[in-house]
């Protein structure tokens, strides 16, 4: 079965500091797995995704995330936090077969300080 | 540009009244999920649809809630009767199963009394 697990369900950096915010998955198939954003009273938007082309992923926004299968992670980075970041952030996992029924982590909450 | 929709963005009603939340797909988008969000249970998935025929909704409490899409560009989501635990933020998403992706609408939150 399929899994993800967000690490920190909340983190704060600086303004203009390094975001890492962390994903781990469970597959026992080859994964696709995803980063969302939902911003306040707003739905979920997505960010990247990662679908078994290049292990590094560009997004939206200027994030960016790197598939480590030795590691099972999607680690999720931006080099320079904006006060615009601060946000709460999904990371999912497609579930296996031909859907794009989703499993999704419990969240993690981006705040940027001054 | 593209959006899923969903009416209304706000409810509030009182315990034992009957809801109904829509949702309209983005045009041509063959599935069709229910997601409600809470603080407490986070993000769960209630229903899926895929061309209009629901293939999963183990998520969903079968005693009030009932999904449905009686056409392409119209899917509901209705409770009879709510309680306040139904007090959440419903979300419609709808994807193309070939590109692997959700769309999200903006939400329906829903406050019971």
């Known amino acids: 079965a399929q899994s993800v697990t967000q690490l920190g369900s909340h983190v704060s950096v600086s303004e203009g500091a390094l975001v890492l915010l962390r994903c781990n998955y469970s597959s026992s198939v080859p994964p696709y797995l995803f980063w969302y954003v939902q911003y306040p009273n707003q739905g979920l938007q997505l960010l990247l995704k990662?679908?078994?082309?290049?292990?590094l992923v560009k997004g939206i926004n200027g994030f960016e995330a790197e598939f480590k299968k030795s590691e099972t992670s999607f680690h999720l980075t931006k080099p320079s936090a904006h006060m615009s970041d601060a946000a709460e952030y999904f990371c999912?996992?497609?579930?296996?077969?031909?859907?794009?029924?989703?499993?999704f982590g419990t969240g993690t909450l981006l705040a940027v300080q001054p | 540009d593209a959006r899923v929709t969903q009416t209304p963005r706000h409810k509030v009603t009182e315990m034992g009244q009957e809801v109904t939340m829509r949702c309209q797909p983005i045009l041509g988008h063959n599935t069709v999920f229910w997601y409600r969000q809470t603080m407490m249970q986070g993000l769960e998935l209630l229903a899926y649809?895929?061309?209009?025929?629901?293939?999963?909704d183990s998520g969903m409490p079968k005693d009030r809630f009932s999904a449905e899409m009686p056409d392409a560009t119209l899917a509901t989501l209705k409770i009879q009767p709510s309680e306040p635990r139904d007090s959440a933020v419903y979300f419609c998403?709808?994807?193309?199963?070939?590109?692997?992706?959700?769309?999200f609408g903006p939400g329906t939150r829903l406050t019971v009394l």
């Open positions: 998403a709808s994807g193309l199963v070939q590109r692997n992706e959700q769309f």
């Open positions: 990662y679908t078994s082309a290049a292990t």
């Open positions: 649809f895929r061309n209009r025929a629901p293939l999963d």
């Open positions: 999912a996992v497609r579930i296996g077969g031909a859907t794009n029924k989703l499993i």
